[in-house]
């Protein structure tokens, strides 16, 4: 799980830090683009969850609870930004866009199932607990 947690926590962070450095392309501009109101609060809402799940899940830290969130602003772009294309474009044009965002869904899925993994912070905080759960 190690490979999965380092994939998706890695791109979340980005991207989350894209929304604040780039404004225009990933930030704010881009959620005015989509159509979201209030784009500037919605930009800043999405990048520190970005950046806050992202960073839990490259330490394997509630790697569960927070792969909900971030399959949630998977879906929210699914339904804004790859289903118009695919109603637009069809379904190759679809298909090549979505790639990265299907594959970071299903390791998202993958995290919400089995969890942070063997080498994470879900993992010792488990293993403590069980420890003194024992000892008491």
């Not at 704010?28 to 683009?33: Q, V």
């Amino acid at each position: 799980m190690l490979v999965p947690r380092i994939l998706v926590g890695l791109i979340f962070l980005s991207e989350g830090i894209q929304k604040i450095i780039l404004p225009d392309l990933a930030g704010t501009g881009r959620f005015t683009k989509i159509g979201f109101t209030h784009p500037e609060f919605w930009a800043s809402f999405t990048a520190c969850f970005e950046i806050t799940c992202g960073i839990l899940v490259l330490f394997g830290f509630l790697t569960r609870i927070v792969s909900i969130p971030l399959l949630i602003i998977m879906a929210t772009a699914f339904v804004t930004t790859k289903y118009p294309l695919l109603v637009d474009k069809g379904f190759w044009s679809f298909a090549h866009e979505y790639r990265t965002d299907f594959a970071m869904t299903m390791l998202l899925f993958l995290l919400m199932r089995y969890g942070g993994g063997t080498y994470s912070l879900d993992k010792r905080v488990s293993d403590k607990l069980g420890k003194n759960s024992a000892a008491g």
